[in-house]
């Protein structure tokens, strides 16, 4: 059995080099988030953040956003800013295929997950954010629900994968403003099961712009009688902006 273990471990790493960088290949600096110095330099880390939404501002401690408009969430985190480098490697993992990605931006969460655990510890199930049916079927994955599937693995809490489900086909959000986007996600998601009743649930998606898809999500969860919603995202946009 020991050999077996062996055998994999070996495989594994001749697949996923552990000392190279992940984004160019280069000589690691940060073997934890598997950065070369170069890379890491490009990497913007948040740090004053929405103490709500966790969206980069600079000054007060609330966003615009988040001070005139209720949200179905406790709180949302990401550890890095939607710019750069960052914005490239999420395109290439959402809309090239990059499925192999998803194991690396996961460490990014976990990262933020230990930095926050006064307010994730009490997570009792990770939940994916869902895509329809119909995306699901042209693109073949969705990639939240492979960082939730990561994530579960690195922080050794239960996955729900069936629960909450996408019943509207939504309009691509890109070019959308923050009230379009309000509209677009309305109603667009339902529940299956009674599984997540009374449960603290940390849901997960790869990117917060606006917030509209994870406070439809939460919306949902919350009449559905989950008892708090937290949302934990690769990386935000900065909503102000």
């Known amino acids: ?17 552990s000392s190279t960088c992940f ?4 000589e690691l600096v940060d073997k934890n988030l598997s950065l070369c110095e170069e890379c890491k330099k490009k990497f913007v880390f948040t740090n004053k953040i929405c103490n709500k939404c966790g969206s980069p501002i600079e000054n007060d401690t609330v966003c615009s956003i988040c001070k005139h408009k209720s949200r179905f969430f406790e709180v949302a985190r990401a550890p890095l800013a939607y710019e750069g480098e960052v914005k490239d490697i999420i395109w290439k993992f959402k809309y090239k295929n990059r499925t192999d990605l998803a194991r690396y931006l996961a460490k990014f969460l976990e990262l ?49 994968k069936e629960s909450l489900v996408r019943v509207k086909d939504t309009e691509t959000q890109t070019y959308l403003d923050f009230q379009q986007r309000q509209e677009n996600m309305k109603d667009a998601f339902a529940l299956k099961t009674g599984n997540l009743k009374g449960k603290n649930v940390l849901l997960v998606d790869d990117v917060f712009t606006t917030g509209a898809t994870v406070d439809s999500s939460a919306k949902t969860l919350i009449d559905g009688g989950v008892k708090s919603v937290l949302i934990l995202t690769v990386a935000t946009t900065n909503v102000e902006k």
């Open 1 to 17: 059995m020991k050999e077996l273990k062996k055998f994999f471990e070996k495989l594994w790493d001749g697949v996923f080099p």
């Open 112 to 160: 933020e997950f230990l930095k926050n655990i006064e307010l994730f510890g009490k997570v009792d199930v990770i939940v994916p954010v869902p895509l329809h049916k119909n995306k699901l079927a042209l693109r073949g994955y969705n990639q939240s629900m492979l960082l939730a599937k990561e994530l579960s693995n690195l922080v050794h809490v239960d996955i729900d």
């Open 23 to 26: 984004n160019c290949g280069k």
